[in-house]
C-alpha cells in the first residue's frame, strides 16, 4: 500500500536531514520535491497546491519546535497536515431499526464484494443485516451476491423484481417485519456515470429513506475514481466513500484527493481480498502508513480479534513462570497466523518495510509442521528428544534433522531467556 509514494517522500523528507536548521530557501527546496511526489502519485493537483502551502506556512512559522531537527519538524508537519487533508474518522450513522444503507459505484469497482465485507464487519459489532441485490439490469448480478452471501451466510432478499426501485422498498417492509436491523442496498453499477443509472440511484435514495448513501470508488483508478465521486456527490448528494483496493494502489492519490475534492468523509478502505479486509478509515493510521512509520493501532485491533484474551494471559504466564513448552508455541502460531500474512503484520509496525523482506511465511509453517510431528510428550519435555525421534519428526513434517535441531536450539534460547525473566533480569512484557 503506497509504496511507491511512501519511498518519494522519505527521500524529499530526508533532505532536511542534511540542514543544521530550516531556512525559507531550504523549505521551497524540499517542499518542491514533496510536491512532485504526490503530482507522481496522481494526487490531484489543486490538493497538493493546498497541502504544500499549509506545510510550508507551518515550517516558516513561529510555531517551529527548536527543539526539533529540520527533518523532524517536516516529518511532524508534514503528518500533520497529511490527517487534515484526510479529514477526520467518521464512524457509520446507523440513526434507527433497520438502517438503510445505499451502495453507489461504477462498475468493477468491488461493490458487490464490499456489500458483504460491510455485512461482515457489521456483523461483527452485533447487528443482523440484510443484504439487496438492486442491480435487476446486470446478469448474474443477483446471482453473484447471493452466491458471496451465501459463504458467511448472510440472508439476502430473493424476490426478483425487474424494477429497482419498488424490489428496493419491498426489501425494506420485509426488513421491518423479520427485525433486521442493517439493509445493505447493492445498486446497479455501469462502466461510467449516465442519466439512466444516476436516476434509478435517486429514486432509490427518495425511497428508502437512507441512513448512508456511500460512494464505492476504486482506488487504483487515481483520479478517475475522485473525478467519480465528484460527480456522484453533485448529482447523488452521497454521504462518504468507500475506497476499495487499496492494497493495489501503491500511488495514494484517491485516497489524499477525495475527501477534499467532494467534502464528504472516507468511512471504510478495502485492504485485501478476505471478507474481513474492510477496515474502518482513520487519517491518522492512513497518514502514518504513508510516511512509513506503521499503523500499531490497526495491528493492535487485528491481535485483539485474532488472539483471545484468555490465550493471550495465560500465554504471559507461562513465559513469566518459565513454563513454556511446544504446544504453548504451537496454539501461539495458529493464533497469529489468523491475524494475517506476515509479511503485511511487520508492514504495521514502524520502519516495518524495511523488516518486511526478512518475514518468512514458509519458516512459519514448517516450525508448526515440526511440532505437529511431535508426540504431545515430546511437545511437554522437548529434553526426550534424541535422534532417532529427530530422524522421525524431521520424516513426518517434510523437513531435516536440521530443521529440527535448529527449532529446538531456538526453543532452548527462549527457555533460558524466560528463566532470566523470572529472575528479575529481563523485566520484559508482552503485549499480545
Known sequence: MFEGLTEK?????????????????DV?????????????????????????????????????LKSFTPREQILKIVYEKLIEILGKHEPLKLSRSPSPIILLGLQGSGKTTTAVKLAYLLRKKGKNPLLVPADVKRPAAFEQLRDLAARYDFPVYDKRLPDAVKLSKLALSMAVLKRYDVVIFDTAGRLHIDEEMIEEARKIRDTVNYDELLLVVDAMTGQDAVNVAREFQEKVGITGVILTKLDGDARGGAALSVRRITGKPIKYIGVGEKVEDLEEFHPERLASRILGMGDLATLREKAKEAIEAEHARRFQEKMLRAELTLEDFLEHIKQIKRMGPIEELIKLLPGGKEFARYADEKMLKKTEAIINSMTPEERRNPKIIDGSRKRRIARGSGTTVQDVNQLLREYELVVKLMKEMKKGKFPLRFPI
Open 9 to 25: 517522500l522519505e527521500r524529499a523528507i530526508n533532505f532536511f536531514g542534511k540542514k543544521g536548521r530550516l531556512t525559507p530557501k
Open 28 to 64: 521551497k527546496q524540499g517542499l518542491e520535491e514533496i510536491r512532485k511526489a504526490l503530482l507522481e502519485a496522481d494526487v490531484n493537483y489543486k490538493v497538493v497546491r493546498e497541502f504544500i502551502k499549509m506545510v510550508e506556512e507551518e515550517a516558516t512559522g513561529e510555531r517551529v
